[in-house]
């Protein structure tokens, strides 16, 4: 009898491993080392929640202070990046930027970083990087980083070009926060698969922003926001849905491997739509929209909304361009995806599982010419 076991497909509730980073739940609950995100959500900055999600712990005051010295410090990524963002096709997908212009930073500073100034140097960059790949392929000035604005103000004044107000800083944040971190996701496997290898942290979140690009994944804020320009009108949401069905395509922003009921960042994001449309006086037919393609897709098939359903029209509202969705998604995750690469390299064994061979065997050679 064969020792080896099977799992479903897509590995559907196998649990490959412990974890004290984070747990996603089928109740609808997320935690991040304890914490629950509407709490979080409620009092901590970015910068707590992620030092929370590097370290399993919330910074005392003068750590928090050193952690965002230090972001601030290594937030300028080299000029010879930039030019390399500058080689590629203007209508690359920034996505194809951001992975390449992480690959470029390891092939440049990896062999001369040890692993924890590499992990900070790397995630401090991203926001700059996000941005600037984005205004590269647009012709546009590089911004730099602006240490008097806190992390959160500073990112989305290097997309936007102007200092968010309160509200729309508070409802970014607070965005970025949802994004952070969610357990063993698609990237953060693949983030593990590649530490579990002692790849560098350069590589092993290279392969993360591969594996975020996907629709099924962090592409999915991207797409929704296209549906929702699509479709328009409240009034026309459930036939543009029922099309959507009919042709066997996923809506993007719907379903979830863990939450089958409710995921709680969609219905925290939800409120803060809600908010920043009631300050920033925008018309209120998207927020109607959103709910209208919501209720629709649970009655007709019991998916709830998904985090990127209502990050992306928060996004929109914040005037960030649709293609720099995913890319802002990554700018967050990085800090989870850096601590799932220090917990696998904790206690290491190399990630290689196994298949079932159902090919040929025993096929002798034919020379080409007889084939
Ligand atoms: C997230 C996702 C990949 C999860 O996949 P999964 O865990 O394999 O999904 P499930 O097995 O729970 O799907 C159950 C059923 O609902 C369907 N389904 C799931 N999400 C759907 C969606 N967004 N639109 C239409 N149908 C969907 C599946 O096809 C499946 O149908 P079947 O039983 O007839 O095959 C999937 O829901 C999806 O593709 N969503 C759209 C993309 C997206 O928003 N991704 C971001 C996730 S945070």
């Not at 992480?102 to 970083?113: E, F, Y």
């Not at 806190?150 to 309160?166: C, E, K, N, V």
């Not at 698609?186 to 698969?193: G, I, L, Y």
């Not at 293609?323 to 990085?334: E, K, M």
Request: hydrophobic fraction near 40%; charge should be neutral.
């Amino acid at each position: 009898m064969s020792d080896k076991i099977r799992v479903p497909k897509g590995l559907y509730g196998v649990v490959v491993d412990e974890s004290a980073i984070a747990k996603s739940d089928v109740s609808g609950s997320l935690v991040y080392a304890g914490y629950s995100i509407d709490d979080l959500a409620e009092h901590a900055s970015f910068t707590e929640a992620a030092f929370l999600v590097l370290n399993g712990r919330l910074p005392k005051k003068g750590e928090l202070e050193e952690f965002e010295r230090l972001l601030r410090s290594n937030s300028s990524p080299p000029s010879d990046v930039y030019r390399i963002a500058g080689l590629l096709p203007a209508d690359s997908h920034p996505m194809d930027s951001l992975r390449t212009c992480i690959s470029a930073l390891g092939a440049m500073m990896s062999h001369t970083q040890d692993r924890h100034t590499a992990e900070l140097s790397l995630a401090a960059k991203m926001p700059a990087l996000v941005s600037n790949c984005y205004r590269i392929a647009h012709g546009q000035v590089v911004v730099h980083p602006d240490s008097s604005l806190d992390y959160a103000s500073d990112f989305l004044r290097m997309i936007t070009g102007r200092i968010p107000g309160q509200t729309e800083r508070w409802v970014f944040e607070r965005v970025l926060m949802f994004y952070l971190e969610h357990d063993l996701n698609a990237s953060s496997f693949t983030v593990r698969v590649i530490g579990s290898t002692l790849a560098d942290v350069y590589a092993a979140v290279t392969g993360g922003l591969a594996a975020l690009k996907g629709p099924l994944h962090g592409g999915a804020n991207e797409n929704a926001m296209k549906m929702l320009l699509e479709v328009g009108d409240p009034a026309k949401a459930q036939a543009f849905i029922d099309s959507m069905l009919a042709k066997g395509e996923k809506v993007p922003g719907f379903g979830h491997r863990v939450y089958k009921r409710v995921d709680p960042r969609a219905q925290l994001a939800k409120g803060l739509l809600k908010r920043l449309i009631e300050e920033v006086r925008a018309d209120t037919s998207l927020y109607e929209l959103c709910d209208a393609i919501e209720r629709y897709m649970w009655e007709k098939k019991k998916l709830p909304a998904n985090v990127d359903f209502y990050a992306a029209p928060i996004f929109y509202l914040l005037g960030i361009p649709i293609p720099l969705y995913t890319p802002i998604f990554a700018a967050s995750r990085v800090f989870g995806w850096i601590a799932h690469y220090n917990e696998q390299l904790k206690d290491n064994k190399i990630i290689r599982p196994d298949v079932e061979y159902v090919g040929p065997r025993g096929l002798k050679y034919v020379p080409i010419e007889q084939r």
